[in-house]
């Protein structure tokens, strides 16, 4: 069974830092792209950063764009989002999700871990 | 910031249908293909639909999904009380090499 658990969601002030990291089982992380996709209390889904699945490329959003970093350790099963320089508006749930490719295209998100808060404020 | 345009809600009884618009532009929906998203109360999103309107397994065949052009739409017949949930469409940004996603769309089983 695919499974992906987030952790490192925490209450942080602003201007802090936090490292969320999301656990991947079930699959062979290699195969796959992966993507941090976010939610604001009460608001939409908002996509956040991909990575390729050898780290060659990289793609985040330009509300994060040099404050978080996306990365992964194949070898550890792992996925990861370094966020600095924090802000009131960062605060929601972060999702990790896998990246699914068809015979057609590779612009799904087929598996979601359960997603982590996190909540900036002083 | 979402790029892609959904109602706010839809609404209909038991059994009826609905459909859920989704609206981009060229560099988005015109230019790739469309997924959508059903997240249910305090959980997750699931995927429902992708590459327009290919179902993952498990899937029933009452969500179905289309496109047209810049937009896209979904379609959930039969409706049943465990579909209330938002609807996220989704898809990837060519020119700016970001995901995007709708705006979402509350579906209420009246």
């Known amino acids: 069974e695919v499974q992906l658990e987030e952790s490192g969601g925490d209450l942080v002030q602003p201007g802090g830092s936090l490292r969320l990291s999301c656990s991947a089982s079930?699959?062979?992380?290699?195969?796959?792209?992966m993507h941090w996709v976010r939610q604001a209390p009460g608001k939409g889904l908002e996509w956040v950063s991909y990575i390729s699945s050898y780290s060659h490329t990289r793609y985040y959003a330009d509300s994060v764009k040099g404050r978080f970093t996306i990365s992964r350790d194949n070898a550890k099963n792992s996925l990861y989002l370094q966020m600095n320089s924090l802000r009131a508006e960062d605060t929601a749930v972060y999702y990790c999700a896998r990246g699914f490719c068809s015979s057609a295209s590779c612009s799904s998100l087929d598996s979601w871990g359960q997603g982590t808060l996190v909540i900036v404020s002083s | 910031q979402s790029v892609l345009t959904q109602p706010p809600s839809v609404s209909a009884a038991p059994g009826q249908k609905v459909t859920i618009s989704c609206s981009g532009g060229?560099?988005?929906?015109?230019?790739?293909?469309v997924s959508w998203y059903q997240q249910l109360p305090g959980a997750a999103p699931r995927l429902l639909i992708y590459?327009?309107?290919k179902r993952p397994s498990g899937i029933p065949d009452r969500f179905s999904g289309s496109k047209s052009g810049t937009s896209a739409t979904l379609g959930i017949t039969g409706l049943q009380t465990g579909d209330e949930a938002d609807y996220y469409c989704g898809t990837w940004d060519s020119s700016l090499n970001v995901g995007v996603f709708g705006t979402g769309t509350q579906v209420t089983v009246l």
């Open positions: 060229s560099s988005n929906i015109g230019n790739n293909y």
């Open positions: 590459d327009n309107n």
């Open positions: 079930g699959f062979t992380l290699t195969s796959y792209t």
